[in-house]
Every structure is written in structure tokens, then in C-alpha cells.
């Protein structure tokens, strides 16, 4: 029977830290800090979300109301954060949250809907940021992106997510110029992409792990790799609608290069539905692409199954899920 990951983390408030799997498996959040609870919809002032995020100290982020916060601009997180949604339901809307420079992020069950704006993205992390986790959150109809991570970011694992009524969904690394995205490192497992599309993810110059992930009907393709970028793509389901091609490949010339290259994707245990069409470029083969196992020792997959495909599509988003209660250490 198929089951999700982090099962365990909802036993106490902060069994969330540090319990990603992937790229962002270092991710802490605001452990350290004591509780911010949310008291007001308001998009800034006392209790506000935007107040509990600009304070440079670490806090784990509670919500003791539920509803819309409508952002009037983008909502910057400072370092060592946990944005907890669970226990309540909040719906972010207007513009989003920004991640700049700042590490150790955590984002659980939360909603993004309604985005508008020039560059207005769901979660933008861009410049220079590092061990985030983004776990249960729901993303649809924003004007740019869902999720964006560009700049050098990196260490970052998106999982148990839900993306739908979207068109660019997922752009890693920036543009062909951003030579300095080569370090970009990103886990995405156990995501449902339901019809968004394109950009599942598009990936330009790093690396991303892909698994468990179940993306249907999408509008253009499911996954591309842009320059220089390696994709590890494992036991996944690809459940193609009227596009059939699962994989594409643009070819972008890097700045320090003279050559033109696109990226590769090695795929392993995926299951293509309906028609969907691998098309794996030749040459990505064992050592061309890289092995998520040079990075970390374990992650939780099993084979791409239906019983997998119905849990994710139950399971994925934001949940209506009791917020746990506070375990006090022992003194």
C-alpha cells in the first residue's frame, strides 16, 4: 500500500525540523525560536505574518486564525523560520512569499492562489539562499511562477505539494547568463502537477532529483532540461493527456561558453501513462547525469503504482490537519 513520507512529524510542533528528505534535509527552520502566533489577516502590523517574518530572530510561526491574507507586495522571510500552517487554513494572495538571502527555511500547509503582477511568483527564492523545505502547501494561478529558484540558491527539497491551473510552474535557474546557478541543488518527491502546463520543473544548470512525483495532462511537456542541467527522474508517473512528450530538452548557450548544450534527464522507474512519450536524450547515462545517492544516503520511494497515484492525489496540498501541540524539553 502506498503511504507518504513524514508520517511521524506530526506527533509534536517542531519534529518538523530537520526531518526533510533531499537537498534540504539540513533545514531547521526557527527550532531555536520561540512561537510567533498569527492573530490578524492584516497584511502587516502586530500579530501580522509580515510582522513574524521581517524579525531577524529565529521564530516557529503559528497561525491562530484562519482566512485570506491578501499581500499588498512580496512578503520577505528572514532566516530561521518556520512558517506553520497546520491547524488552521490560510490562503496567501495578491503577490507572495520572497526568499532572499536567508537560510533555513521552513513552509508547511499553506494555499497560494490569485498572484498578480509583473514577476509575481507563489515562492520566489533568489538570491544566494539555502536549506529550505517547502512541505503541504497548495500553488495555483499566480502571473509568473509557482515556485522559482534562481540565483544561487540551493539545498532545497519541495515535497507533498499540489500545483494546478498553472502555466510556467517551476523555473530553476535563472537564464543562460546565471553561470553561477551551477550550484543549484533541489529535491521535488511526492508533488502532484495536475494539468499544469509546463515547467514541471524547467531546470537550467543544476541538479534535481525528482521521485514519487505524479504529473498529469500537462499542456507542453512535464520536464525539460535547459543548459548544462542534470536531471535524476525515479519512479515517477507521467500520465500523459493531449501532449504526449514527457521530456524536453532546450539547448541555451552559457555565458563563459562558446558552445550551445542543453541538459539531460536520466529516467529510472518512471511509469508513462496514456501515451506519455520518455524521448531520454542519448548520453544521459550513467555518469552523465549524477546519482542522488553521491548527496545523501537515503530517501523514502517505493515503485510508481495506482494505489500511488490515488494517495497523492488525496494527500498532496494543503490538509486539514490538527496542529500539534508544543513538547516542552525536560528541564
Not at 517574518?53 to 499581500?71: A, K
Not at 494546478?164 to 535557474?173: E, Q
Not at 507521467?238 to 542543453?262: H, L, M
Not at 548520453?283 to 545523501?296: I, N, Q
Amino acid at each position: 500500500m502506498a503511504s507518504l513520507p513524514y508520517a511521524e512529524v506530526d506527533f509534536s510542533l517542531r519534529a518538523l525540523a530537520g526531518q526533510a528528505e533531499g537537498f534540504g534535509r539540513y533545514s531547521i527552520g526557527g527550532l531555536h525560536g520561540p512561537i510567533y502566533p498569527v492573530t490578524t489577516l492584516a497584511d502587516d502590523g502586530p500579530g501580522s505574518l509580515r510582522d513574524g517574518c521581517r524579525r531577524q530572530e529565529p521564530l516557529w510561526i503559528i497561525f491562530e486564525v484562519s482566512g485570506t491574507i491578501h499581500l499588498s507586495s512580496y512578503l520577505s522571510v528572514s532566516s530561521y523560520k518556520t512558517i506553520d500552517g497546520r491547524g488552521q487554513r490560510i490562503k496567501l494572495t495578491g503577490k507572495g512569499l520572497r526568499l532572499k538571502e536567508c537560510e533555513h527555511i521552513i513552509i508547511c500547509n499553506l494555499e497560494f492562489e490569485g498572484g498578480r503582477g509583473h514577476d509575481v511568483d507563489g515562492i520566489q527564492i533568489k538570491p544566494n539562499s539555502r536549506y529550505i523545505w517547502i512541505d503541504r502547501c497548495s500553488l495555483r494561478d499566480y502571473d509568473d511562477g509557482l515556485i522559482d529558484i534562481t540565483r544561487q540558491s540551493t539545498d532545497i527539497t519541495v515535497s507533498r505539494c499540489y500545483f494546478s491551473r498553472h502555466d510556467k510552474t517551476m523555473l530553476i535557474g535563472a537564464d543562460p547568463s546565471h553561470v553561477g546557478d551551477r550550484c543549484i541543488r533541489v529535491t521535488i518527491h511526492h508533488c502532484f502537477f495536475d494539468g499544469t502546463r509546463q515547467r514541471q520543473p524547467r531546470l537550467r544548470f543544476g541538479k534535481v532529483h525528482l521521485y514519487n512525483n505524479y504529473t498529469r495532462n500537462w499542456g507542453i511537456y512535464a520536464v525539460c532540461a535547459s543548459v548544462e542541467s542534470q536531471i535524476y527522474s525515479q519512479c515517477n508517473i507521467y500520465e500523459a493527456g493531449q501532449k504526449k512528450k514527457t521530456f524536453e530538452y532546450y539547448t541555451e548557450k552559457a555565458a563563459d561558453k562558446e558552445e550551445a548544450r542543453s541538459g539531460l534527464i536520466r529516467s529510472e522507474g518512471d511509469l508513462f501513462m496514456n501515451g506519455a512519450q520518455a524521448a531520454i536524450l542519448a548520453g544521459a547515462s550513467e555518469g552523465c547525469v549524477f546519482h542522488p545517492s553521491e548527496y545523501y544516503p537515503t530517501w523514502t520511494m517505493e515503485a510508481p503504482s495506482d494505489s500511488l497515484r490515488d494517495i497523492l492525489q488525496i494527500c498532496t496540498g494543503w490538509q486539514c490537519i490538527p496542529r500539534p501541540a508544543e513538547q516542552m524539553a525536560a528541564a
